[in-house]
């Protein structure tokens, strides 16, 4: 059964729901087209960089639909913050769940055979 959760943004219920890998790619390819829908492509440090008002006003009602431009305006930080935060939460827990079992056993491995930083 797909996961899903309601935040409130701008006084409107917003129902998050996961979405089939599928749909992930196709929003990743539509968000970021030079990503041809493949997370890695995605350059963290361009986007990061290039972060201002109309990438909220652009790229979020991509996400969700439900929100307008109005609504972007008008929401709090803390709103949105929320609402990407259960994105990630109902499209991605497993996939953070894996991570870090596997971030800690690359770490064991890597100071086993000494190539850890120090």
Same mark, same amino acid.
């Given at each position: 059964?797909?996961?899903?959760? $309601?935040? &409130?943004?701008? #006084?409107? *219920?917003? +129902?998050?729901? #996961?979405?089939? $890998?599928? /749909?992930? #790619? &196709?929003?990743?390819? /539509?968000?970021?087209?030079?990503?041809?829908?493949?997370?890695?492509?995605?350059?963290?440090? =361009?986007?990061?960089? *290039?972060?201002?008002?109309?990438?909220?006003?652009?790229?979020?009602?991509? $996400?969700?639909? =439900?929100? &307008?431009?109005?609504?972007?305006? *008008?929401?709090?930080?803390? /709103?949105?913050?929320? +609402?990407?935060?259960?994105?990630?939460?109902?499209?991605?827990?497993?996939?953070?769940?894996?991570? @870090?079992?596997?971030?800690? +056993?690359? @770490?064991? +491995?890597?100071? @086993? &055979?000494?190539?850890?930083?120090?």
């Amino acid at each position: 059964m797909a996961r899903s959760k $309601i935040v &409130t943004v701008n #006084e409107k *219920n917003i +129902i998050i729901r #996961e979405k089939r $890998i599928g /749909e992930l #790619e &196709t929003l990743v390819k /539509e968000l970021f087209p030079e990503s041809k829908g493949k997370l890695s492509e995605i350059d963290l440090n =361009e986007l990061l960089g *290039n972060v201002n008002f109309s990438l909220l006003y652009d790229k979020l009602p991509k $996400i969700f639909p =439900e929100l &307008t431009k109005d609504d972007m305006k *008008n929401a709090y930080m803390s /709103e949105l913050e929320a +609402i990407l935060g259960a994105f990630v939460d109902v499209n991605f827990r497993g996939f953070k769940r894996l991570l @870090q079992p596997l971030m800690s +056993i690359s @770490q064991m +491995i890597l100071t @086993q &055979t000494g190539l850890a930083r120090k």
